[in-house]
């Protein structure tokens, strides 16, 4: 990718999401009315020895949302969209303060940020889709949204939970909404003590494992190699790593937070708040699903913010809509 120009006109960052935001159909029409994305899905294809446009576009959904497979869908998706904003507009119009990404989009702001080339993220996306979905199968683990609590009656839910088996917060997204992640039995027991304690409601999630929990530790073994290999450069756009909710630009510190985040908490909403504390007024997210606006929103209403995969949102950029 080119690199991103810093200072636009407002305070922006680009914000990426991660996995569960795939949906069957996604990137189909911008594949059709723009053949750089194709060649972008065509690279990912080739890297994984299947076709994940023909996956991403026809599913099904079950095939998707494995995690090897969902992934670099995911995080090509949010490259297809960045390459064509890049072809059609120049880099101009990836201005940005910041950047960021959820779980796996930190592979994604890293490529914007100029920190990582798109190949070299795909090759590491890839392997770690694979090593965590070897995680998920090792141990019948899963995750559960908590809605209505504060975080100190989330973490005496959660030692509730420890007493049937490993559970943990995996996810900080609002100042009441949290996800917990862990053996089933351990996240069932941590659900029921988070209820009695006044949830407003709890949500199983449809997920392959209990994902930045410490069941994860077999992937972590498996990506500290191929991390220790991969070339990193100090971003050109600030970057805020999920276990640290502050900017880094020191490469190794990356690489050990990247390295940390899969079986460390995402600290999503201590870095909205960090970035409004900046003064973020618009976000922008390329790639599936809204799930990023939505976070965003819960920390502050007041800023802008535009999703970006189909061809209508990107030609609205590409109009001016976002300047």
């Not at 059709?32 to 294809?45: G, K, L, Q, Y």
């Not at 939505?294 to 209403?301: A, E, N, P, T, Y």
Request: proline share 6%.
């Amino acid at each position: 990718m080119t690199d991103p120009i810093e200072g636009p006109s407002s305070h922006r960052a680009w914000l990426f999401p991660g996995q569960g935001s795939q949906f069957v159909g996604m990137a189909a029409d911008l594949v059709e009315a723009h053949p750089v994305a194709r060649t972008v899905f065509d690279i990912a294809s080739s890297k994984i020895g299947e076709d994940l446009l023909s996956i991403c576009i026809e599913g099904p959904q079950s095939r998707l949302n494995r995690t090897e497979i969902s992934q670099p869908a995911i995080f090509t998706a949010s490259m297809a969209v960045l390459r064509v904003l890049e072809q059609s507009a120049g880099p101009s119009l990836l201005r940005a303060n910041a950047t960021a990404g959820l779980s796996l989009g930190e592979y994604s702001s890293l490529v914007f940020a100029g920190a990582l080339r798109f190949e070299d993220a795909l090759e590491v996306v890839v392997a770690r889709g694979q090593a965590m979905q070897r995680a998920c199968d090792q141990v019948e683990g899963t995750m559960t949204t908590i809605l209505g609590l504060e975080l100190p009656a989330v973490r005496e839910a959660v030692e509730s939970g420890k007493s049937a088996g490993i559970v943990a917060v995996a996810n900080f997204n609002s100042s009441t909404q949290f996800v917990i992640s862990g053996e089933r039995t351990a996240v069932a027991r941590a659900s029921e003590a988070a209820r009695e304690l006044g949830a407003r409601r709890t949500v199983d999630l449809e997920v392959a494992g209990a994902y930045h929990s410490p069941l994860m530790a077999p992937a972590t073994q498996e990506l500290a190699p191929i991390l220790d290999r991969l070339p990193i450069s100090a971003p050109k756009v600030a970057f805020y790593p999920n276990v640290l909710a502050r900017p880094v630009t020191d490469p190794e510190q990356i690489r050990e937070c990247l390295l940390k985040q899969v079986e460390s908490s995402v600290l999503w909403e201590p870095t909205i708040s960090a970035l409004v504390a900046e003064g973020l007024e618009e976000v922008i997210e390329p790639g599936p699903g809204r799930v990023i606006a939505g976070l965003v929103k819960q920390v502050d209403r007041k800023v802008t913010t535009r999703s970006v995969l189909g061809r209508e949102s990107v030609e609205e950029i590409l109009e001016g809509t976002v300047s």
